[in-house]
Nanobody, 128 residues
Framework: QVQLVESGGGLVQAGGSLRLSCATS??????????MGWFRQAPGKERDFVAA????????YYVDSVKGRFTISRDNAKNTVYLQMNSLKPEDTAAYYC???????????????????WGQGTQVTVSS
């Protein structure tokens, strides 16, 4: 079983920055070393892909709307994934979720169906 715990959300003004963290635990995940993703969900909307990173080689993948503003990274020693968010916009307001894909073969992806485990989410609110 894999456990994911997000932190770092909050209220920030437009143009500001936040760093989200996702701490992972669980013996299954440590040995499979697949990939991690960040998704976000605004009220009344679908949960959308934001970014993903491979645990093994650090390859990354972003949705176009956050390229150049958000950076996903991982600390293998701490089993933690981060999402650094700069130049935040009001439209970035959402609950942010991290997710784990424990399949080490599948590769990075943006589909929710690819990710087997999810955190509880952390709220990010950007005021104009």
């Amino acid at each position: 079983q894999v456990q994911l715990v997000e932190s770092g959300g909050g209220l920030v003004q437009a143009g500001g920055s936040l760093r989200l963290s996702c701490a992972t635990s669980g013996p299954t995940f440590r040995y499979n070393m697949g990939s991690m993703g960040w998704f976000r969900q605004a009220p009344g909307k679908e949960r959308d892909f934001v970014a993903a990173i491979s645990w093994s080689d650090g390859r990354t993948y972003y949705v176009d709307s956050v390229k150049g503003r958000f950076t996903i990274s991982r600390d293998n020693a701490k089993n933690t994934v981060y999402l650094q968010m700069n130049s935040l916009k009001p439209e970035d307001t959402a609950a942010y979720y991290c997710a784990a894909d424990i399949d080490a073969i599948r590769g990075l992806g943006s589909s929710k169906d690819q990710y087997e485990y999810w955190g509880q989410g952390t709220q990010v609110t950007v005021s104009s």
